[in-house]
């Protein structure tokens, strides 16, 4: 089974604020259903750009505890910790991809 996830890559790795943090949890990750790899690419595209979309609009830009949202990455891991990677801006616009063989 794939791990599918878009992580909201920000302007502080660590939260700067820890208490708000505990509190509201990681809202950097989007979780993207099994079904979506059953889509054609450019469907992918859709979903991925509208899923940034609804993000950033839903935090007007800036994820709490972690700041500004600089750009996304799509992370598609499969059973042998393979990992694909998939950057794109906050537009949702593709930017590059990357893959490895490390976890």
């Known amino acids: 089974m794939e791990n599918l996830k878009i992580i909201a890559k ?3 790795e660590i939260p700067t604020n820890q208490k708000l943090f505990d509190e509201l949890g990681d809202l950097r990750t989007i979780v993207l259903a099994q079904s979506f790899l059953k889509l054609n690419e450019r469907d992918q595209l859709m979903v991925v750009k509208a ?18 949202i600089l750009f996304y990455v799509l992370c598609i891991s499969d059973s042998e910790n393979r990992i694909s990677c998939f ?17």
């Open 10 to 12: 920000c302007e502080n």
């Open 51 to 68: 899923c940034l979309k609804t993000h950033y609009d839903l935090f007007n830009g800036s994820v709490p505890a972690f700041g500004k």
């Open 87 to 103: 950057t794109f801006d906050t537009h949702g616009k593709f930017v590059s991809n990357s893959d490895s063989g490390i976890n």
